[in-house]
């Protein structure tokens, strides 16, 4: 039986390259049903899941996000993603690494531990797509990412800041990760954005805001030419939690907040970003205890393939901004 006709490529592929159709409904459920595998040689970009919750300040349940994510992301997994005009997966070598490990029992040995597994991949010359977990594992792979690349460009996509201040001891908290990641000069602020943001902090820390209102205001095409002009061609980190997402898209997510951003206009600002120079990303807080017929894990499944088509137009088809 050849490639094409193969159920379970999570194991049965024999090329990291292309794309293939197996039953949507069975299977062993790999990010995009690309192999799994811990062996880095010949992979341009790792899929990998942080599936750690213990730092949100609501509802907790996005340790489950990693899984949900993968499951949901088999039903596109049949063809080249929509609208993209070339299969990111003819270009990279692409492979799902399976999730970090690290002990629940002691949390506070967690962040090295994420910091460690992106490192390793890292290291190997590969690109990282992480899938989370609370927004908090971004900090340990931003820590990661600029020990590689230098002070990052931050595209964070949100309805929360994630900038308060936390100066007396340093939490491991999904909402002060960005305020350490600023103060430490992991990003820099003057050539970051923060989109969707819907909630009170008046200290922006130097990072240009475009709020959820700007964004229906303006519009995607808009909204991208901002973020271009602010990051340049910097190296970028780009994270997304999926409560950027209006709750009625994405219900299942820890802190919902109303007055978000529509599928769709998440979607097109991602498609408008072609070109940056990403290096590292990630898709956060899918909580699927909160879910409703799995959109919200569809949502994150297709945010990701955005960036993978982000990250192929960039580093193997050599598109710049």
């Not at 409904?25 to 970009?45: E, H, P, Q």
Request: aromatic share 8%; net charge negative; glycine share 8%.
């Amino acid at each position: 039986m050849d490639q094409a006709h193969e159920n379970d490529q999570a194991l049965t592929r024999d090329s990291l390259y292309g794309t293939a159709a197996e039953s949507t409904y069975a299977g062993i459920t790999s990010f995009m049903r690309r192999r799994y595998s811990r062996d880095l040689r010949g992979v341009d970009l790792v899929v990998s899941g942080v599936p750690f919750d213990t730092a949100t300040t609501n509802r907790p349940g996005s340790r489950f996000g990693p899984r949900a994510i993968r499951a949901a992301s088999v039903q596109m997994a049949w063809a080249r993603h929509y609208p993209w005009e070339f299969d990111p997966f003819d270009h990279l070598a692409v492979i799902d690494y399976g999730d970090c490990a690290f002990d629940h029992g002691t949390p506070q040995d967690t962040p090295a531990a994420i910091q460690a597994h992106a490192a390793r991949i890292l290291d190997a010359g590969c690109g990282l797509l992480t899938l989370g977990g609370d927004h908090f594992i971004s900090y340990p792979l931003l820590k990661a990412h600029a020990a590689k690349h230098g002070p990052l460009s931050l595209i964070h996509f949100d309805a929360h800041s994630d900038t308060w201040p936390d100066e007396e001891v340093q939490r491991i908290d999904h909402g002060t990760m960005f305020y350490h990641a600023a103060r430490e000069g992991l990003v820099d602020p003057s050539r970051s954005v923060q989109v969707g943001l819907r909630t009170t902090n008046d200290d922006v820390m130097g990072f240009q805001v475009l709020d959820a209102r700007q964004v229906h205001r303006q519009g995607p095409e808009q909204i991208a030419e901002l973020i271009r002009a602010r990051v340049g061609d910097n190296p970028v980190y780009l994270t997304f939690d999926i409560d950027c997402l209006d709750p009625a898209f994405a219900p299942g997510t820890g802190t919902p907040v109303c007055g978000g951003l529509t599928s769709s206009q998440a979607l097109e600002i991602l498609r408008g970003l072609r070109g940056i120079n990403v290096v590292g990303m990630d898709v956060v807080e899918v909580a699927p205890p909160y879910d409703n017929a799995e959109i919200t894990a569809l949502a994150g499944a297709t945010l990701a393939m955005e960036m993978v088509c982000l990250y192929a137009a960039r580093h193997k088809l050599g598109e710049r901004t």
